[in-house]
């Protein structure tokens, strides 16, 4: 279970899941929007600067020290690792915990009098010389109401008063935007948007050298200036332009990557004309000060961080973000370009970022010649539309462009997307415009459309049922519409019987977002969500029936029946491709999170949808979800709790709602049981998944996600590095009481013949850290203190975690044990797959995940690799070679993985799942599948990451990409989206050490 109280409204998705995710939240989550460290390289006794944006928020400073060190001068300790600039804002709030940490929205300490900017002066005399890391929170604690937290991570370095950075070049002295670049720092700011410039000096007064600056766009695209130092003019200004060009981004093995703009600086001698020096200079974020910089000598392509919302502007996203409106995708003649710069609203320097950016909106055939459109416009921060007349255009490809037009510099490169023109299929009938099936149309037959459901329901039915839960309801456009004024999903259906021959395409457009459709006597009852119109299933209708039922939304209903004919040859063919991909794929069915939307019917019925739903497709087996702390099946076990933990009208009034249909499909059906019994009509395999790793907390949410065994039991909680209590939420694995609740679950499940069991290590990891027990017994078999360890010491450090990690493996062993006279009482094979991050072997092995010992022994059966990012340090790029590698060696399979409820950005979903499969993976997994289970239009896109050909056609033909662009905010669509959750690090002492 997700459980997703503060969720953003992801960029790019559509209204039914926004719908679906505002119902979880009181209150808007609290969300960092802007960040700057002023300076992170500082002399002792210089000022530390730091401001962050985050509205309705309460705001604390953390130093996370040695718990050997003293807090710094004025600080306030908190435990053993850490310590606070503290506060007296909350001093009538005493009895809120860690009041005196917190500071308020221009309380005593913000030097930012401006609504909801704070910004910290924090004196650094007395400080010795080192590195310090800090963490600068924005919560809604202290007080009452939703709990919600946004963090950023950053460190300073400080020196002595004496310290004198050397220049990052023997030969020249260089500065970008006036920021001197060091060997220490080598970098200066830059701000997109705006001209930006480099001054360049000879350590040598009296050299005299010519300089060439190139620069390399993203795209390719490059530029020439040069300038000249001479000893009576020893400097040089040279123009680095507007940064206006969007980085490109490239998927690699399930990596990804990032390439911004590059520029070499090249220095020869003014007399000879050798080369003196080159310097490469790289468009890179500086994540630490929460600014974009220039840097001298990064490397060209750089890991992309996985950012926690993509709702608001990030680091490296374009100052102008142009795309085209997704209306072309059903109509290639429907040409919108869109565009706005990056930022909406104040930002924290505002003297950085300019209200418009004026530029040329040009259209030229990708084939060359004049340009067939061009206008000059202002880039503002609201969306603004420019439609194209493209009719009279021929087939091929156009670029189009926005060329800034920004005084001060002579850079005139920005954003290019392309449209491909190409003419429409006849008579095709697409499922989605985000996909390219389509069933071939009968053209001897007419469609049907009802935006009359008075006439419908006169001509078709025998009435409205009679406890008028149905109203026809007249509107403005001339629509009758169908709703059901009552909201509850037991009401009768309206079932309307069109008198139809032949196989037909149902599309439905639901009013007020929400719908359930069944089509035929023996169809399956359906959830529409959203505005638009869907693709709901294709049969034929010879003597059937259209069943019409209410959700749990009063004046929900029905706007629109698109009914059209289609050959049965055409429909088998495309059921065909969607529902058996080449590559296996699996979805990771989160099933409970199905039924928390407002919209939800709760009859066992919707557990056939879901069954469809994966079907369909092309997820033929499904990893189905039996618990976390708790258990959502009917156990016998003595140390299960099933769902709620605790009575669920005991909890607050917001969980009621929001878990109450989940909770009445636990305890009022046997879920698991169905699904057992029934997956196998739609060609499922069912492999029962439980979670190794995630409790919650006794008093979150209201206590209805904790069991009983876990409040009873603190002793066997995980504790932190350094750490002087044990976690709210997780347990250690090195207790054998630990080990055996899971495995027991395990095995009482394996008894119901499943078709296999999924180990869920993706939820919530790490499985084991330094419980004091665990410590003591390492410190006395080997002599040596763990907590005393980090990676920087490896080989030490890689004794301890593999000692460690031993503990859950004996978790594997003991399964396999206990499963052995299972498998040969029950005839079934009951393979055991397990999930884990891909963030690389050595990091799960630090997380208690030893895959390489699993293999060897056979602990598993299937690998399936899940893009959970939880790297404080951000190094990793989940390139998934490695496990591959590993797989082959055993004959075990190894998939690759996207998270559901990331598909924010399709263009990156697939180039992402294409870089999976050409990396040879075994299969494609997909966490939280129940969302696409759901009838939306963006669910087709899931067949065609089973099938690499139809989907690099797919990218390399469509508009797809015009439409949803790829910048920072969205790059890593399809991570996991608890990704920065945990910040966890191999360095360091403090509790988020590993």
């Given at each position: 279970m997700a459980c997703r109280i503060p969720i953003p409204a992801l960029l790019g998705l559509f209204a039914w899941r926004i719908a679906i995710m505002s119902t979880l939240a009181e209150a808007e989550p609290i969300r960092i929007s802007d960040f700057l460290v002023e300076k992170t390289h500082l002399l002792a006794g210089d000022p530390l600067t730091v401001s962050v944006a985050a509205d309705g928020a309460n705001f604390a400073l953390r130093h996370n020290r040695n718990p050997n060190d003293k807090p710094l001068p004025g600080w306030r300790a908190h435990g053993r690792s850490y310590a606070f600039v503290p506060s007296t804002d909350f001093s009538d709030l005493r009895s809120h915990k860690d009041a005196d940490l917190w500071h308020k929205d221009n309380g005593k300490q913000d030097h930012d009098r401006?609504?909801?900017?704070?910004?910290?002066?924090?004196?650094?005399?007395?400080?010795?010389?080192?590195?310090?890391?800090?963490?600068?929170?924005?919560?809604?604690?202290?007080?009452?109401?939703?709990?919600?937290?946004?963090?950023?991570?950053?460190?300073?370095?400080?020196?002595?008063?004496?310290?004198r950075p050397e220049s990052v070049s023997p030969n020249l002295e260089i500065a970008v935007n006036g920021g001197r670049c060091t060997r220490e720092d080598p970098a200066g700011p830059i701000h997109p948007g705006r001209p930006n410039g480099i001054t360049v000096r000879a350590v040598d007064r009296a050299a005299s050298y010519r300089l060439e600056l190139i620069r390399i766009q993203p795209d390719g695209r490059e530029r020439r200036t040069t300038g000249r130092i001479e000893p009576d003019a020893p400097e040089a200004q040279l123009d680095l332009g507007v940064f206006a060009v969007p980085a490109r981004y490239d998927y690699e093995a399930g990596a990804l990557y990032r390439t911004g703009c590059r520029f070499d600086l090249i220095a020869t001698d003014g007399d000879t004309g050798k080369r003196i020096e080159k310097l490469r200079l790289v468009q890179t974020m500086d994540e630490n000060r929460g600014t974009e910089v220039l840097r001298v000598g990064a490397d060209d392509r750089e890991v992309h961080p996985v950012w926690k919302d993509p709702k608001h502007a990030k680091l490296m996203d374009p100052p102008i973000l142009l795309r085209l409106s997704p209306e072309v995708l059903s109509d290639p003649n429907d040409v919108q370009v869109i565009y706005h710069l990056r930022k909406k609203g104040p930002a924290l320097r505002p003297d950085r970022s300019g209200p418009v950016i004026a530029g040329l909106l040009r259209v030229t055939s990708s084939g060359g010649g004049p340009p067939v459109f061009e206008k000059a416009v202002e880039v503002?921060?609201?969306?603004?539309?420019?439609?194209?007349?493209?009719?009279?255009?021929?087939?091929g490809d156009y670029r189009i462009e926005i060329v800034p037009q920004v005084e001060g510099t002579a850079d005139r490169d920005g954003p290019v997307i392309v449209y491909r023109r190409?003419?429409?299929?006849?008579?095709?009938?697409?499922?989605?415009?985000?996909?390219?099936?389509?069933?071939?149309?009968?053209?001897?037959?007419?469609?049907?459309?009802?935006?009359?459901?008075?006439?419908?329901?006169?001509?078709?039915?025998?009435?409205?049922?009679?406890?008028?839960?149905?109203?026809?309801?007249?509107?403005?456009?001339?629509?009758?519409?169908?709703?059901?004024?009552?909201?509850?999903?037991?009401?009768?259906p309206v079932v309307l019987r069109p008198g139809l021959t032949g196989h037909y395409a149902l599309f439905a457009q639901a009013k007020k977002g929400s719908c359930h459709i069944r089509l035929g006597k023996q169809g399956t009852v359906r959830r529409i969500e959203g505005y638009q119109s869907c693709f709901v299933d294709a049969a034929d209708l010879t003597g059937e029936e259209i069943a019409i039922y209410p959700s749990n939304v009063a004046g929900a209903g029905l706007r629109e029946l698109r009914l059209v004919p289609v050959t049965p040859e055409s429909v088998e063919q495309v059921i065909g491709q969607t529902s058996n991909p080449p590559t296996p794929m699996v979805g990771i069915a989160d099933w409970g999170d199905y039924f928390m939307a407002p919209s939800r019917r709760l009859a066992e019925d919707q557990f056939d949808a879901l069954l469809q739903g994966h079907a369909e497709l092309g997820m033929r087996c499904i990893a189905w979800a039996i618990g976390r702390s708790w258990v959502e099946y009917h156990s016998t076990l003595p140390n299960t709790t099933r769902f709620p933990c605790v009575p669920l009208d005991t909890a607050e009034p917001q969980y009621q709602r929001t878990y109450g249909g989940f909770a009445h499909m636990t305890n009022t059906y046997?879920?698991?049981?169905?699904?057992?019994?029934?997956?196998?009509?739609?060609?499922?395999?069912?492999?029962?998944?439980?979670?190794?790793?995630?409790h919650y907390g006794v008093k979150a949410y209201g206590g209805i996600f904790t069991s009983k065994w876990f409040k009873e039991h603190p002793k066997w909680r995980r504790w932190g590095k350094n750490a002087s209590a044990g976690s709210r939420q997780e347990v250690s694995y090195y207790f054998p009481e630990v080990r055996k609740e899971r495995?027991?679950?395990?095995?009482?499940?394996?008894?119901?013949?499943?078709?296999?069991?999924?180990?869920?290590?993706?939820?919530?990891p790490p499985m084991l850290l330094y419980h004091p027990d665990m410590v003591a017994a390492y410190r006395k078999k080997t002599g040596i203190d763990p907590l005393k360890?980090?990676?920087?010491?490896?080989?030490?450090?890689?004794?301890?975690?593999?000692?460690?990690?031993?503990?859950?493996?004996?978790?594997?062993?003991?399964?396999?044990?206990?499963?052995?006279?299972?498998?040969?009482?029950?005839?079934?094979?009951?393979?055991?797959?397990v999930r884990l991050p891909s963030k690389g072997l050595f990091y799960n092995l630090a997380q208690g995940l030893d895959v390489e010992t699993w293999c060897r022994e056979r602990l598993v059966d299937r690998i399936q690799l899940h893009p959970l990012e939880e790297d404080r340090e951000g190094s990793g790029s989940h390139d998934v070679r490695p496990y591959v590698e590993l797989g082959r060696r055993h004959d075990i399979p190894v998939y690759g993985g996207l998270n559901c409820i990331t598909f924010y950005n399709h263009t990156a979903v697939l180039k992402r799942a294409l870089s999976l499969l050409d990396a040879g993976v075994g299969g494609i997994e997909l966490y939280e599948s129940n969302t696409y289970a759901v009838v939306v239009p963006d669910r087709w896109l899931v067949p065609l990451l089973g099938r690499a050909d139809r989907l690099r056609r797919f990218?390399?033909?469509?508009?797809?990409?015009?439409?949803?662009?790829?910048?920072?905010r969205n790059a890593d669509a399809g991570f996991d989206w608890h990704c920065q959750r945990g910040r966890w690090s191999l360095y360091g002492y403090a509790a988020n050490a590993l």
């Amino acid at each position: 279970m997700a459980c997703r109280i503060p969720i953003p409204a992801l960029l790019g998705l559509f209204a039914w899941r926004i719908a679906i995710m505002s119902t979880l939240a009181e209150a808007e989550p609290i969300r960092i929007s802007d960040f700057l460290v002023e300076k992170t390289h500082l002399l002792a006794g210089d000022p530390l600067t730091v401001s962050v944006a985050a509205d309705g928020a309460n705001f604390a400073l953390r130093h996370n020290r040695n718990p050997n060190d003293k807090p710094l001068p004025g600080w306030r300790a908190h435990g053993r690792s850490y310590a606070f600039v503290p506060s007296t804002d909350f001093s009538d709030l005493r009895s809120h915990k860690d009041a005196d940490l917190w500071h308020k929205d221009n309380g005593k300490q913000d030097h930012d009098r401006r609504h909801g900017i704070f910004t910290f002066i924090v004196d650094t005399t007395g400080w010795t010389e080192g590195v310090y890391s800090f963490l600068l929170m924005a919560c809604t604690e202290p007080g009452p109401g939703p709990y919600s937290y946004d963090s950023r991570n950053f460190e300073v370095h400080v020196y002595s008063k004496t310290h004198r950075p050397e220049s990052v070049s023997p030969n020249l002295e260089i500065a970008v935007n006036g920021g001197r670049c060091t060997r220490e720092d080598p970098a200066g700011p830059i701000h997109p948007g705006r001209p930006n410039g480099i001054t360049v000096r000879a350590v040598d007064r009296a050299a005299s050298y010519r300089l060439e600056l190139i620069r390399i766009q993203p795209d390719g695209r490059e530029r020439r200036t040069t300038g000249r130092i001479e000893p009576d003019a020893p400097e040089a200004q040279l123009d680095l332009g507007v940064f206006a060009v969007p980085a490109r981004y490239d998927y690699e093995a399930g990596a990804l990557y990032r390439t911004g703009c590059r520029f070499d600086l090249i220095a020869t001698d003014g007399d000879t004309g050798k080369r003196i020096e080159k310097l490469r200079l790289v468009q890179t974020m500086d994540e630490n000060r929460g600014t974009e910089v220039l840097r001298v000598g990064a490397d060209d392509r750089e890991v992309h961080p996985v950012w926690k919302d993509p709702k608001h502007a990030k680091l490296m996203d374009p100052p102008i973000l142009l795309r085209l409106s997704p209306e072309v995708l059903s109509d290639p003649n429907d040409v919108q370009v869109i565009y706005h710069l990056r930022k909406k609203g104040p930002a924290l320097r505002p003297d950085r970022s300019g209200p418009v950016i004026a530029g040329l909106l040009r259209v030229t055939s990708s084939g060359g010649g004049p340009p067939v459109f061009e206008k000059a416009v202002e880039v503002g921060p609201q969306p603004a539309a420019e439609r194209l007349e493209v009719r009279g255009l021929e087939e091929g490809d156009y670029r189009i462009e926005i060329v800034p037009q920004v005084e001060g510099t002579a850079d005139r490169d920005g954003p290019v997307i392309v449209y491909r023109r190409r003419k429409p299929e006849v008579n095709a009938v697409r499922l989605s415009p985000m996909a390219p099936w389509a069933f071939k149309r009968d053209a001897d037959r007419p469609e049907i459309t009802v935006t009359d459901f008075r006439k419908a329901v006169l001509e078709w039915s025998t009435g409205l049922p009679k406890d008028a839960s149905w109203q026809l309801v007249d509107g403005k456009d001339g629509r009758v519409a169908l709703i059901n004024t009552a909201g509850n999903w037991d009401r009768p259906p309206v079932v309307l019987r069109p008198g139809l021959t032949g196989h037909y395409a149902l599309f439905a457009q639901a009013k007020k977002g929400s719908c359930h459709i069944r089509l035929g006597k023996q169809g399956t009852v359906r959830r529409i969500e959203g505005y638009q119109s869907c693709f709901v299933d294709a049969a034929d209708l010879t003597g059937e029936e259209i069943a019409i039922y209410p959700s749990n939304v009063a004046g929900a209903g029905l706007r629109e029946l698109r009914l059209v004919p289609v050959t049965p040859e055409s429909v088998e063919q495309v059921i065909g491709q969607t529902s058996n991909p080449p590559t296996p794929m699996v979805g990771i069915a989160d099933w409970g999170d199905y039924f928390m939307a407002p919209s939800r019917r709760l009859a066992e019925d919707q557990f056939d949808a879901l069954l469809q739903g994966h079907a369909e497709l092309g997820m033929r087996c499904i990893a189905w979800a039996i618990g976390r702390s708790w258990v959502e099946y009917h156990s016998t076990l003595p140390n299960t709790t099933r769902f709620p933990c605790v009575p669920l009208d005991t909890a607050e009034p917001q969980y009621q709602r929001t878990y109450g249909g989940f909770a009445h499909m636990t305890n009022t059906y046997q879920p698991l049981r169905y699904v057992l019994g029934h997956g196998p009509a739609y060609g499922l395999q069912i492999e029962p998944w439980l979670a190794m790793q995630r409790h919650y907390g006794v008093k979150a949410y209201g206590g209805i996600f904790t069991s009983k065994w876990f409040k009873e039991h603190p002793k066997w909680r995980r504790w932190g590095k350094n750490a002087s209590a044990g976690s709210r939420q997780e347990v250690s694995y090195y207790f054998p009481e630990v080990r055996k609740e899971r495995v027991d679950i395990f095995c009482e499940v394996a008894r119901k013949a499943p078709d296999g069991l999924m180990v869920g290590c993706c939820r919530q990891p790490p499985m084991l850290l330094y419980h004091p027990d665990m410590v003591a017994a390492y410190r006395k078999k080997t002599g040596i203190d763990p907590l005393k360890l980090d990676a920087t010491n490896k080989a030490e450090y890689e004794r301890w975690i593999r000692w460690r990690a031993n503990f859950f493996t004996e978790t594997l062993r003991e399964l396999k044990t206990r499963l052995a006279p299972i498998r040969a009482e029950t005839g079934r094979p009951i393979p055991v797959a397990v999930r884990l991050p891909s963030k690389g072997l050595f990091y799960n092995l630090a997380q208690g995940l030893d895959v390489e010992t699993w293999c060897r022994e056979r602990l598993v059966d299937r690998i399936q690799l899940h893009p959970l990012e939880e790297d404080r340090e951000g190094s990793g790029s989940h390139d998934v070679r490695p496990y591959v590698e590993l797989g082959r060696r055993h004959d075990i399979p190894v998939y690759g993985g996207l998270n559901c409820i990331t598909f924010y950005n399709h263009t990156a979903v697939l180039k992402r799942a294409l870089s999976l499969l050409d990396a040879g993976v075994g299969g494609i997994e997909l966490y939280e599948s129940n969302t696409y289970a759901v009838v939306v239009p963006d669910r087709w896109l899931v067949p065609l990451l089973g099938r690499a050909d139809r989907l690099r056609r797919f990218l390399d033909e469509s508009n797809i990409e015009a439409c949803y662009p790829i910048w920072s905010r969205n790059a890593d669509a399809g991570f996991d989206w608890h990704c920065q959750r945990g910040r966890w690090s191999l360095y360091g002492y403090a509790a988020n050490a590993l």
